[in-house]
């Protein structure tokens, strides 16, 4: 049985390709644990670290729920924690644009960027949750 050589070629950078991806975080701080949340209007996708000549972040997308209106009451809660579960920073973020606009054929979808610098030492644990209204505790 002969393969294509297109097909293999295609398997061949389909293999490549995941080695670049973006969602791996740097090995000194491959040990956090990303968690999400989402809210009723808006959910958090994907969630990842990373450090581009410059400070660590953490960054990924909102999407918004097809019901939704408006989403400029939402914002994000990034909470880091220590491993016994203390809180050592928690910070009150936005995603851009704060109104997602209706793409029609594709996701409703906003990004966000997070400088995490200077990362709290033992921070074993990072949470992303969407919220409306006044932030959460």
């Known amino acids: 049985m002969k393969i294509p050589l297109i097909f293999l070629l295609g398997v061949i950078g389909l293999l490549l390709a995941g080695c670049a991806t973006p969602f791996r975080a740097p090995s ?3 040990h956090i644990q990303l968690d999400r949340a ?3 209007l808006v959910n ?3 969630i990842w670290l990373e450090r581009k000549k410059g400070p660590l ?3 990924g997308y ?3 729920e097809l019901a939704t209106e408006d989403t400029t009451g939402t914002h994000l809660d990034v909470t880091l924690f220590a491993a016994d579960g203390r809180v050592l920073r ?3 973020e936005h995603f851009e644009p704060r109104q997602i606009p209706r793409r029609y054929r594709q996701p409703d979808y906003a990004t966000y960027r997070v400088v995490l610098d200077p990362l709290p ?3 074993v644990r990072i ?4 919220h409306e209204g006044a932030h959460s505790s």
């Open 28 to 30: 000194d701080v491959a």
């Open 90 to 92: 928690r910070t009150v």
């Open 121 to 123: 030492p033992g921070t």
């Open 62 to 64: 909102v999407l918004k």
């Open 127 to 130: 949470e992303v949750r969407a």
């Open 57 to 59: 972040v953490v960054t």
């Open 38 to 40: 989402d809210s009723p």
């Open 44 to 46: 958090v996708e994907k």
